[in-house]
């Protein structure tokens, strides 16, 4: 039977890695040369100013039906109502499935906020600071989860299409594991089990 200096100690090691940030599983988006259309391009999707509109009856009865599920991940309904409304206001916008986009931030951080990968990669969606330079303004904060769902939205988008529609060879470039099935496995397990509706 373990001492109880052994509990107290083994109680505050877990309490100390409860209060430390954890590095997020995410691997590393790697950086490609792009050409100038697609540069242009993509730099125009991060940087439009649109935003979602509270009166669209589909985005509403989304959230409602979505805030269950996100619920237990922030710190109270409002702020789960308004990240859902983020979410699939720039998952449609990007052409991708708002299930799919809450599936990748599940895997890649856990719903939080500032998780940062060993790799560097930062946020929601775990986007790689590299992307800021390349197509926005590097003063931007990529922990905004605007900027972060954006970029993130867009970068999946232009991967899917890169990938000519493969889901698996895409989510593989997202993460910087391409022709690696662990990744897109998980993220396709999390969309089955946890976001995927009906």
């Known amino acids: 039977m373990p001492s109880r200096r ?9 309490a100390a890695a409860l209060l430390l940030p954890r590095a997020a599983r995410a691997g590393a988006q790697q950086y490609e040369i792009l050409t100038a259309s697609v540069r242009a391009a993509l730099t125009r999707s991060v940087n439009d100013r649109a935003t979602f509109e509270w009166n669209d009856l589909d985005l509403r009865a989304w ?4 805030t269950k599920r996100v ?10 109502r308004n990240f859902l409304a983020l979410v699939r206001y720039e998952s449609m916008r990007a052409g991708l499935d708002p299930h799919m986009v809450l599936a990748v931030i599940d895997v890649e951080s856990q719903f939080r906020k500032y998780a940062v990968s060993k790799a560097g990669a930062r946020g929601y969606m775990q986007v790689m600071p590299f ?3 390349e197509l926005g303004d590097p003063g ?20 899917l299409d890169r990938e000519s529609g493969n889901l698996t060879n895409a989510l593989g470039r997202y993460n910087g594991s391409l022709g690696k099935p662990e990744y897109p496995g998980r993220v396709l397990a999390a969309y ?5 509706l009906g």
């Open 192 to 196: 089955r089990a946890r976001w995927a």
């Open 63 to 66: 959230v409602r039906v979505m």
């Open 71 to 80: 619920q237990p991940r922030f710190k109270d309904e409002d702020a789960a």
């Open 131 to 133: 992307w800021l330079k």
């Open 6 to 14: 052994t509990l107290l100690a083994a109680f505050a090691a877990m």
């Open 140 to 159: 931007q904060n990529i922990f905004t989860e605007r900027v972060n769902l954006r970029y993130g939205c867009v970068i999946l988008r232009h991967y």
